[in-house]
T-cell receptor, first 111, second 111 residues
Framework: ETGVTQTPRHLVMGMTNKKSLKCEQH?????MYWYKQSAKKPLELMFV???????ENNSVPSRFSPECPNSSHLFLHLHTLQPEDSALYLC??????????FGSGTQLSVL | DQQVKQNSPSLSVQEGRISILNCDYT??????FLWYKKYPAEGPTFLIS?????DKNEDGRFTVFLNKSAKHLSLHIVPSQPGDSAVYFC??????????FGTGTSLTVIP
């Protein structure tokens, strides 16, 4: 039990599909994050939410759309993705700007 | 432009010996550094941290050293155990802002 739960663990989708990744944190943290991990690249920060408000969007294409309905839940809505978007998508949470607690990730394959 | 670099993609060490994982950074404003450990099919888990006011932090078998003048930090694991085999990421932040991650070093501890 890591305190941060992500579903699904694996996802295969076509370029015309629409899917959503879900993240839930049980740690009472006030910040939640989406990271992308591609092979041989550092973890890339995509979005940050503090107290449900989006505070960072690191030039992420609009085919990725985050949603944070409350401080415990975070979604990443995906539509018309490209094969190069295939990667491990990690959700994380933190209290203020302290250390990050990660979920197990969603391994995404775009065909 | 990568601000945090881990130049060794992999490292093999005999059980019982010392493992030394290295990390270099370019931003002199970084003041908080973390090490994470990642097993396959799991998210990264926090291992140890150090702030820039210290040059060493120890937690059991794990010690992190910070050399601010060289912009270098290292993680020492003594003694190394087979269960330490994983990918290790270093991360850095400045003034509580976003964390920048390295590309990771895959450690194999040989029994």
């Amino acid at each position: 039990e890591t305190g941060v739960t992500q579903t699904p663990r694996h996802l295969v989708m076509g370029m015309t599909n629409k899917k959503s990744l879900k993240c839930e944190q049980h740690l009472g943290h006030n910040a939640m994050y989406w990271y992308k991990q591609s092979a041989k690249k550092p973890l890339e920060l995509m979005f940050v939410y503090n107290f449900k408000e989006q505070t960072e969007n690191n030039s992420v294409p609009s085919r990725f759309s985050p949603e944070c309905p409350n401080s415990s839940h975070l979604f990443l809505h995906l539509h018309t993705l490209q094969p190069e978007d295939s990667a491990l998508y990690l959700c994380a949470s933190s209290q203020e700007n302290e250390k990050l607690f990660f979920g197990s990730g969603t391994q995404l394959s775009v065909l | 432009d990568q601000q945090v670099k881990q130049n060794s993609p992999s490292l093999s060490v005999q059980e019982g010996r010392i493992s030394i994982l290295n990390c270099d950074y370019t931003n002199s404003m970084f003041d908080y550094f973390l090490w994470y450990k990642k097993y396959p099919a799991e998210g990264p888990t926090f291992l140890i941290s150090i702030s820039s006011i210290k040059d060493k932090n120890e937690d059991g078998r794990f010690t992190v050293f910070l050399n601010k003048s060289a912009k270098h930090l290292s993680l020492h694991i003594v003694p190394s155990q087979p269960g330490d085999s994983a990918v290790y990421f270093c991360a850095a932040s400045a003034f509580g802002n976003q964390f920048y991650f390295g590309t990771g070093t895959s450690l194999t501890v040989i029994p």
